[in-house]
């Protein structure tokens, strides 16, 4: 099964308002979320996502989304070849359903699925 490639990647941040600033200024377009707890931005077809003390929830740097039409069979796949589930399926809202997984090198990658239309 394909993946719809990568369209999503979360940052870790220790210091929300500064990254904040920063991504903005890069993005050039303001954030289309912003909350406390996660601060996002639509760019040209990817989502930027900014996850304040990341670091805390295991995240050890950036860590990018392949997303894909169903969560459970890609996991499936990925860990038939090696890998190792790291973060089990869960829904972020409104039915989108994220997961990660390591490589045998231990590199943190996301898959995610958007609801069916």
Avoid: C
């Avoid at 490639?5 to 210091?15: E, R, S, W, Y």
């Avoid at 979320?33 to 929830?57: C, K, M, R, S």
């Avoid at 169903?70 to 796949?77: F, G």
């Amino acid at each position: 099964m394909s993946t719809q490639g990568i369209k999503t990647v979360l940052h870790p941040v220790t210091d929300l308002a500064a990254a904040k600033a920063v991504y903005t200024a890069l993005l050039g377009t303001e954030p289309q979320a912003d909350a406390p707890y996660y601060v996002g931005y639509d760019a040209e077809g990817q989502h930027i996502g900014l996850v304040p003390n990341g670091a805390q929830q295991g995240m050890t740097g950036p860590v990018t989304y392949w997303h894909v039409g169903d969560i459970e069979a890609k996991l499936a796949e990925v860990t038939a070849a090696g890998g190792k589930v790291k973060d089990e399926p869960k829904d972020v809202g409104n039915g989108r359903l994220v997961a990660t997984f390591t490589d045998p090198d231990g590199n943190v990658l996301g898959v995610l699925q958007d609801p069916q239309s």
